[in-house]
């Protein structure tokens, strides 16, 4: 009896671990980096297995400004100057000058020469198409010519952001922003 009862108690773990590994494979399965669920700086580097994790414990963006800290978006903004000017002037570098360009018509600069793709872009750049492009700028426009791998940390991104809105005459509002969770 007693062996049998330790049977049971091996199968019902053995069951358990199954299932614990037949969810990560669906998991494996199903998820795709593009549809990732905003998550907080702790998880959004975790592996796909544990992105189940990351969704439940998804924030929305709109917390990540509400503690946005400019003076890490000043130097999160020093790998972008190799490449974009943010003077007044908004000279032409390697990239176009990025001074105003927080809610600026996507590729507004006459005098620099975009990539063909980025001539099809419509609209403005708002936070939310700022940051999409920002943490994966081939993910959105896949034939860009900017070099540059993105930025991981989804709170870099958005103190970036905070820092780049206040580069402008005119300051993009905070009811700019769009408070839906952005899905990656
Ligand atoms: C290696 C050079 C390089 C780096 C580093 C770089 N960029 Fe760019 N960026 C470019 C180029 C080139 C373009 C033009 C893209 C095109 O035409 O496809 C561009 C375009 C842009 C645009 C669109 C501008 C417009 O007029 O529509 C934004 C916004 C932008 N970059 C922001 C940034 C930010 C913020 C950073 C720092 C995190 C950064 N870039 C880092 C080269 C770079």
Redesign the pocket.
């Known amino acids: 009896m007693k062996g049998l009862e330790g049977n049971k108690i091996f199968a019902s773990v053995l069951l358990a671990f199954i299932c614990v590994l037949g969810v990560s494979h669906l998991v494996d399965m199903f998820y795709k980096p593009d549809e990732l669920y905003f998550g907080s700086d702790e998880t959004s580097e975790v592996s796909s297995s544990s992105a189940m994790v990351s969704m439940a414990t998804s924030v929305d963006i709109y917390d990540l400004f509400k503690k946005a800290d400019i003076d890490n978006g000043v130097k ?2 020093r ?2 100057q ?3 000017d943010f003077s007044v002037e908004r000279k032409q570098k ?3 000058g ?1 001074r105003g ?1 927080v809610g600026a018509k ?4 006459s005098d ?1 020469n ?2 063909k ?2 001539y099809s872009l419509t609209g403005t ?1 708002t936070y939310r198409e ?1 940051f999409m ?2 943490h994966s700028p081939k993910g959105v ?1 896949a034939k ?5 791998v993105g ?1 991981k940390k989804y709170q870099d991104i958005v103190d ?1 952001i905070v820092y ?1 809105n206040t580069l402008s005459d005119t300051p993009v509002a905070e009811e700019y922003f769009d408070v839906e969770p952005i899905k990656l």
């Open positions: 999160v903004a790998k972008c190799t490449c974009h390697i990239g176009p990025l360009i996507k590729a507004r600069d620099y975009y990539s793709d980025f750049w700022l492009y920002l426009v860009t010519k900017m070099s540059f930025i970036l780049l």
